[in-house]
């Protein structure tokens, strides 16, 4: 183990190597996903950090001069680039690409660790990485499905007033906010496209309240963000 965080050829190639693994497990667990970033993304980006501290400590250890973690500090802050990349807003104002740009970021801090030879942090880091984007995707589902909130896509009737549409809601006991009208509001198409964030005082099924929402009056067509 004192070898392989020593800054020979040996050393250099177990740590790339080793970035190579920890970024493909944790890109195909993304890939599989059908998310912007995947397998080969993010096994360029812990390879990539790898590389940045390998060259870091090498120009420390012989030429003496200079930060050793300098050029690591630059990729902390530089990765934001690419995670921006990964973020998307689509037409009806829902924002995607969140996890996949903390996974790219955090991913790029493991192959930093594995640059510097701590082989234990980037295992435990690693894991619980996978941990995070793998594994507690149902944790994260079912507590977004039992939330009290619920963010919604809806196009209602020209022919309804909002004003009326809201007092149904109310009407049904539930309060909404942040409503915000999607594209330009043609006056001559037959709906109004709104986004809207609605609340419950009690907690229900996200695919409960979507039915109940298909049947107030005027609702044309209802999805969740």
């Known amino acids: 183990m004192i070898a392989a965080r020593e800054l020979t050829a040996a050393g250099i190639w177990i740590r790339i190597l080793a970035a190579v693994f920890f970024g493909g497990i944790l890109g195909i667990e993304r890939g599989m996903k059908n998310r912007p970033a995947g397998l ?21 250890q012989v030429y003496h001069t200079g930060d050793p973690v300098r050029m690591g500090a630059q990729v902390i802050s530089g990765i934001g680039f690419l995670g921006a990349g990964t ?5 009806h104002n829902q924002i995607r690409g969140l996890t996949t740009a903390a996974g790219l970021w955090a991913v790029a801090c493991v192959g ?3 640059g510097l030879g ?9 894991a619980a990485i996978f941990f995070a984007l793998g594994l507690l ?4 589902f079912s507590v977004r499905q039992n939330a009290r909130t619920l963010d919604a896509y809806i196009e209602l009737d020209r022919k309804i007033p909002m004003h009326q549409f ?3 809601m109310r009407d049904l006991d539930l309060e909404i906010s942040n409503l915000q009208l999607v594209g330009e509001n043609d006056y001559a198409e037959e709906t109004i496209p ?3 964030t609605v609340k419950s005082k009690k907690k229900f099924d996200h695919d409960v309240m ?16």
């Open 210 to 225: 979507i039915r109940t929402l298909r049947r107030v009056e005027g609702v044309r067509y209802i999805e969740e963000l």
């Open 166 to 168: 809201i007092k149904n």
């Open 40 to 60: 080969r993304t993010y096994m360029l980006v812990c390879i990539g950090a790898c590389v940045v501290m390998l060259v870091n400590q090498y120009i420390y």
């Open 112 to 114: 930093l660790a594995l």
């Open 87 to 91: 973020i998307v807003v689509t037409p």
């Open 118 to 126: 701590l082989y234990e942090i980037a295992l435990a880091g690693g």
């Open 137 to 140: 995707e149902r944790l994260d």
């Open 194 to 196: 709104f986004t809207v």
